[in-house]
């Protein structure tokens, strides 16, 4: 049984953030699951992907964000309570559902999980997702361990039950990756199955329908406000004079502070989780006890910007500060050592920060720039393109994914990015503007994503431009997690259909569409060079199983290689391809082999032939 199911409540787990999260769920009598998968979100639908396996959890890998929302919304709908993840850019895709959801509502509760990626380890941006809770009008909670991730999970889907819309729940990085000890609740009975009640004139938002809606929504937030003003997550702690006000995982930096700094009588804290509606009352209460007030919030200025103008309200004349070029910044995630400095800064207090050890005397950390692992066939795809488009000048957008690691020498594969399927729908700008010659990457998963409507509008629009289809068979950056042209019977999964990325592109009307085995260099060089002189919208769908995912699957596993005596150092192999399973050794060229996964490719292009497949063992 998965351990995420086990019924003994009280009892104590180790869990990860994502764990506990897909706990909560469980806890929370959630029946109807929907994702698409992004960093730092992942766990959680993995392991809902497996639960979904043993009990009666349904759960679907959706095709987008925007897709994961609105399956998720018609089982809210239909009186089955749902959640829907994914990581904070997705809630971009799914915006223009957001936005009219809040408007219509649901009838069962329903949580849409946002994870944001401060210092962004995993993303193209650190945007602050508060704001869609402010944009939409919706409540957001946040939490601000492992134990409250889990917690909030059964209050959300509560909190959305009352009020009849969805509640976000906001988590970051440092939460959903973090570990710490979970006492196990009451797991509630999940209902599966709902029904469909008609009510057009309050669910079909026609402009008279709408404007009706809106006003339900404002009168929810008064709900939603008073609530929580109410709210256990948001509390106060301590005296003092000074105030400081925090969030999420700055609240424990916080705590560690002022208790490192013995200062609990100098400063109070006022935590805040239920985070929209801002609980007007309750903060204007607490700067009314306070001489001047910290805000350390990871991010932008969110709550920064409320504090002051319900301190204009009440006519308070206080400092309030947060984010400011001696304080604290918008950039990137805080630190314990920060915030530590930002308060002693700002409240006065004599603050000594440890001394820095003296490292003059230890070696310097080599560099490990993030690279395609050994094997991996978008390397032998990018040679081959690189190849194949020799004497051209060249425009190659990329897209969100393993591939992006193109971007790097001695590959250079990648020139332009915004976000998911974009490599699409830029080149066709590109091509329209430009004499260059445009080859776009995107990998399969991103292609059901987001590429297909590109396609079309290239093929209608008579764009020029080459698209690569990186079709590794999974969805790999994330965790190998399925797409809708994955063979789901290689994971002994039945009841699935498949999506052949072949006969849709086809079926779209592209002109020019081959398939290459990227393994075989030679032949694949050609199909590309004739896609790439192809005048018009061409396709090469590049077709070679993830090497990781591979390997997970337990597939026939090839022979290494290693570089023999007729090597004459040329370093072609390292030149031209840089795999990691090469290094340098007494300014020789050799093969670690056990990173080698035996796709050969390095084999050949090395001009000697001096690459060879080792020998079995006797």
């Not at 764009?463 to 950056?477: E, K, R, S, W």
């Not at 039945?494 to 999506?499: A, D």
Request: aromatic share 8%.
């Amino acid at each position: 049984m998965h351990k995420l199911l086990t019924d003994n409540p009280g009892e104590k787990m180790l869990l990860l953030g994502n764990e506990a999260i897909a706990r909560g769920a469980i806890e929370a009598g959630v029946a109807f699951t929907s994702t698409y998968p992004g960093t730092p979100s992942s766990e959680i639908s993995n392991n809902f992907f497996q639960m979904a396996q043993e009990c009666d959890l349904y759960f679907e890998f959706s095709v987008n964000e925007k897709v994961a929302m609105e399956v998720a919304a018609a089982a809210a709908n239909s009186g089955v309570r749902s959640m829907c993840v994914m990581k904070h850019v997705g809630l971009n895709v799914a915006a223009d559902v957001l936005m009219t959801l809040a408007y219509v509502g649901v009838k069962a509760g329903m949580v849409v999980l946002t994870a944001d990626d401060p210092f962004m380890f995993s993303s193209q941006n650190e945007q602050d997702n508060r704001y869609y809770a402010k944009l939409s009008g919706l409540p957001l909670v946040e939490p601000s361990s492992v134990e409250e991730a889990k917690d909030l999970i059964p209050y959300a889907i509560d909190l959305s039950e009352k009020l009849q819309e969805p509640v976000i729940v906001r988590t970051t990085t440092r939460i959903n990756h973090s570990t710490g000890v979970v006492t196990l609740g009451e797991i509630r009975q999940r209902v599966t199955r709902g029904d469909f009640v008609k009510d057009p004139l309050n669910l079909v938002p026609v402009p008279a329908v709408a404007r009706k809606l809106h006003v339900k929504l404002l009168q929810n937030w008064e709900s939603a406000l008073e609530l929580a003003e109410k709210s256990e997550y948001n509390f106060t702690e301590g005296n003092g004079e000074g105030g400081i006000i925090c969030n999420g995982v700055s609240y424990n930096y916080v705590v560690d502070a002022v208790k490192d700094m013995d200062i609990k009588d100098k400063v109070k804290i006022l935590r805040i989780g239920y985070s929209h509606p801002m609980p007007a009352s309750l903060i204007k209460d607490f700067l009314k006890g306070c001489e001047k007030v910290l805000i350390v919030e990871e991010g932008e200025p969110y709550m920064e910007e409320a504090v002051k103008a319900f301190a204009q309200e009440e006519g308070l004349v206080l400092p309030i500060r947060g984010k400011a070029k001696d304080l604290f910044t918008r950039l990137y995630e805080y630190n314990p050592a920060q915030v530590k400095g930002c308060i002693a800064k700002f409240f006065g207090i004599e603050y000594t920060p440890p001394a820095i050890p003296d490292l003059s005397d230890v070696p310097e950390v080599p560099q490990r720039p993030p690279t395609l692992c050994a094997g991996c066939s978008h390397r032998a795809t990018y040679h081959e393109v690189i190849k194949a488009a020799e004497g051209l000048e060249t425009i190659y957008p990329s897209d969100i994914g393993c591939y992006t690691l193109g971007l790097l020498p001695p590959l250079s594969t990648a020139d332009f990015l915004l976000c998911m399927g974009s490599s699409v729908d830029t080149s066709g700008g590109f091509s329209k503007v430009t004499d260059k010659k445009v080859i776009a990457f995107i990998g399969d998963s991103t292609f059901f994503h987001s590429g297909l409507p590109g396609l079309v509008n290239a093929v209608y629009n008579n764009h020029n431009f080459t698209l690569v289809i990186l079709d590794n068979g999974t969805t790999a950056m994330t965790g190998h997690q399925p797409h809708p042209g994955v063979d789901m019977k290689q994971l002994n999964l039945e009841g699935y259909g498949r999506v052949s990325i072949e006969a849709v592109v086809k079926a779209i009307g592209v002109p020019h569409v081959a398939v290459i085995k990227p393994y075989k260099v030679k032949k694949s060089i050609e199909a590309i060079k004739a896609a790439v002189n192809f005048e018009g919208v061409s396709v090469i769908i590049s077709e070679e199983v993830c090497a990781l995912y591979a390997k997970a699957l337990k597939l026939s596993k090839r022979k290494p290689f290693h570089v023999s005596d007729k090597c004459k150092n040329h370093k072609d192999c390292i030149n031209y391809l840089a795999c990691p399973a090469f290094y340098i050794w007494n300014e020789r060229v050799k093969i670690d082999p056990d990173l080698c996964t035996g796709c050969a490719v390095c084999a050949q292009i090395c001009p000697e032939n001096a690459i060879l497949p080792v020998k079995a063992s006797a």
